[in-house]
Each structure stands twice: as C-alpha cells, then as structure tokens.
C-alpha cells in the first residue's frame, strides 16, 4: 500500500487521501458497496466499475461456505472468480459473531459456526480467517475479531476487546509467515463497545502494533445504538489513530452518517443500505429518499434525479416507469441500484472536492439544508460536527430532531 494525505480541511479533520494498492489507487473518503457473495446484486462488474466505483468489499464467512476455497483457489482468487479488475476488501468474518450469533459459539481458539445451509460446523480462527483472506486474494484484509452487538453490556464487552487484541497478534503472525503483506495489507479492528474506557485501552494496543498493520477500522458500531454516543465514539477514535494510516468506519451507510464521520477524521465506510434499499423501491436523492412504490409517482415522467449522471437518469427513465415496474421486475431493482451507488459516490466524491478547495463546511451546510430541508436537523449530527467547528445552525432557525433523527422517520419512505 501506497498512503498519502494529500488535503486536509482547515476547520474539520476531514481529509483527502491517495490510497495505491494492488489493483488501482482509490481515493479517499470513499464509500465501499458491500458484494456479499462476490456480486453487487443486480450488477455486473463492468457495470459497478463504469459508475466510478473503485474498491468493493467481499464476505469471508459467506464465500469460504460457498464456493469455497478450492474453487477460489483454482480461479486464482476473487477477482478472477467474480470478474472484478479493481480493489478489493474482505472482512474477517467477525461480524458473523453477531448476525449469525444463534449459529455460533466464541472460544480463545476461535468461533464455532453451524453453517446456516447445511448445519455443518466450522471453527474459524484468526489464522484460518487470514489464510481464507489469502486465497481470496483482497487488497485489504481484516483480522478476526471478537464482535458483540453494539447494544451488549457488562463484561463481555472487555473480554471481546481483549480477545480481539490477542486475535490481532494471531492474525498478525499469519500473515507475516505467509508472505503476502506486500500485496494484501491486513487492518486491525478497534474494538471497545460504547465504553470510552475500554476504546482507549484497545487504541493503545493496537497502535502499539503500527509497525505490522496498514490501516485501522472502527468497528462495533452502527448496531441500533445512540446516534450520540455512536459519533463521540467514532471522534474518539479518529483523533487517536495514526495519521499516516486509513481510517475505517465499518457499517456506515446513510448520507448524513457518512458526512459526519469524513468531518470526524473516517477516510472509508461500508454498507450494504444503497442496494438493500433500492430492491425494495426506494431511490436516494440529495433532497431525500424517494419511495417509487408510492402512487404520487405513478404518472410522474421526470427522472429520479435531473442532475444525476447514472445510467438511469442520463437515460431519463420515469419515476412512472420505475414505480411500474419497481420490486416486480428485476431490472427496476438494477436501475435504482446503479442510481443509489452514484448517489453516494457523489456525496463523498462532492465531499472530496469540497475539502480540496477549502470549501468542505459550506459543502456541509449545503448539503444539510437541501436534503433536510425545513424539516429541522438530527441533533446527534448538529452536535458532532459543532465538536468540530461547524455549526449548521448558523443564521437559521430550525427545530432539532431527537434521537437518530434519520431521514426514514419523516419522509414519504415510510
């Protein structure tokens, strides 16, 4: 890996970074879409690539049950298999402790899964998990760690957060015997739950390891808790990890979330949201959501979204046409997917440019008041990115909005 800050904003700890690694440079923030099972569903990978997209992130659990190893291993890895020319991230299989808890049971040596097909148990352990990453062949792997639901409390938080620095070493080990850490750069995980405390102590221990990981993700968040102690946790530990590294927010998705975690100091995030939501209508727009299933668009012969560059606005297909067919047809769920992608390219591709002009707080102010409007603003998002030197009430007289405050409480989506 290639690693390069090359702007930073004078107000917020946004930045702008050139990230080269084997298959390309990607610039930083980015958004990453989530192929699960080696497939953007809907797309094909000339298609995710044509809409600008240059780093997608693939399952490890899911893809080591099917197709496997040995078929992954005989197509040269995942990029052979699926077709896929640009960079590449693999989780660890760590999240699966939590999605998949009923199936699984966690030990030092590793977590013990009962497949969800066949009921057929695997330990996957921070050595397994490295080696499975190996075959899969991505730019960017990720350790094994010990996950627990972002709503857990008690011990089991702290013994997940020491687990997972031990895995770290496991995973480390692994690698380094491998010799593939000049071609996949393994990334260590901080982990901690919504305890400060126990963040810092997993800060401290991971960083301590700076010399044998090339970049950091955030984990354990953005599982159903507080949007205010989900971004003081993100502040937290963007200001503590290296400078010369990759900040990771894994699991973010919405608009709002992701601009404030780029303003907190967050260079990546993932999220399967944009294409989950598009299978099931809705299309995202810098005024808002919009839910083609709703009869008000039934006769509406405008786009989606005059300004967009996607395929399916350039093409101006109708919102009349989209509601036809959307969550019936497959190719309505295609055409709003390619939609939703750009959508969020474009929020952090506008993002990017704002912070290299040193225009980035407009950019947040602007982008603010357009998607939520007179509405009033989430106040999680009014407070964290004052924490930074931005108040997005400024000159405006507006309500705040309690708790999430996210677009799907008030908008037609629901």
Known sequence: M?????????????RVCRMK??????????????????AIKGLTPEQVESLGITLILNNTYHLNLRPGIKILDEAGGAHNFQGWNRNLLTDSGGFQLVSLSKFTKITEEGALFSSPFTG????????????????IGADIIMQLDDVVSSLTVGPRVAEAMERSVRWLDRC??????????????LFAIVQGGLDAELRDRCLQAMIARKDHVAGYAIGGLSGGEEKD???????????????DRPRYAMGVGFAEDLLVCVALGVDMADCVFPTRTARFGVALTFKGPLNL??????????????NCPCPTCSSRTS?????????????????????????QAQVIGRARDAIMEGRFPDYLRTFFENYFGDH????????????????LLEGRDLPLIPGSGAKWEYSDVA
């Open 2 to 14: 290639q690693f390069e800050v090359i702007a930073t904003c004078n107000t917020t700890r946004a």
């Open 21 to 38: 690694l084997t298959h390309g440079v990607t610039m930083l923030p980015t958004f990453m879409p989530v192929a699960t099972q080696a």
């Open 120 to 135: 057929e148990p695997t330990m996957l352990t921070p050595e397994e998990s490295i080696s499975i990453q190996h075959s």
């Open 172 to 185: 480390i080990e692994q690698h380094e015997r491998s010799g593939q850490r000049d071609r996949q750069n």
């Open 229 to 243: 102690v989900f971004w003081r946790i993100i502040k937290q530990c963007a200001e503590q990890l290296p400078a």
């Open 293 to 306: 299933r709703l009869r008000k668009h039934a006769e509406s012969i405008e786009p989606i979204d005059e």
């Open 319 to 343: 919102r009349a046409m989209l509601h036809h067919i959307v969550t019936i047809e497959t190719a309505g769920a295609h055409a709003v997917t390619q939609h939703n992608l750009v959508f």
């Open 376 to 391: 009033g603003y989430p106040e999680w998002c009014v407070d964290a990115l004052r924490s930074v030197g931005v108040d």
